[in-house]
């Protein structure tokens, strides 16, 4: 539903940033793209970066209206390990990277 869409896009660094976060769902966005889902409009680093010990977050999920459109950034979805914390039990699923919504373009 476009009504429940964010566009993240045209940051000047990533467009999702997670730093000991936990049980987040991120879903049905635009993100490193326009309006359309088709034209480019980057953020300047990765789309989403999980770290920092954040665990059971999701990206996208199993049905189409949960798909992430993730094209145009630096990099799409970067999971790290920093600060000797560890980053884990995080999904990603069902996304489109380096595609528009159109699943072609």
Not at 6 to 26: C, E, K, P, T
Request: hydrophobic letters at 40%.
């Amino acid at each position: 539903d476009l009504q429940e869409r964010n566009l993240i896009s045209g940051n000047q660094n990533q467009g999702i940033r997670m730093f000991s976060s936990n049980n987040n769902l991120i879903a049905g966005n635009f993100i490193g793209t326009d309006i359309t889902g088709l034209a480019p409009l980057p953020n300047a680093l990765v789309a989403v970066l999980i770290r920092d010990g954040s665990q059971s977050n999701t990206i996208g999920g199993t049905v189409p209206a949960a798909r992430n459109i993730i094209t145009s950034n630096a990099g799409g979805v970067n999971l790290a390990w920093s600060s000797g914390t560890q980053t884990s039990f995080n999904v990603v699923q069902g996304n489109y990277f380096g595609l528009g919504v159109d699943g072609v373009t």
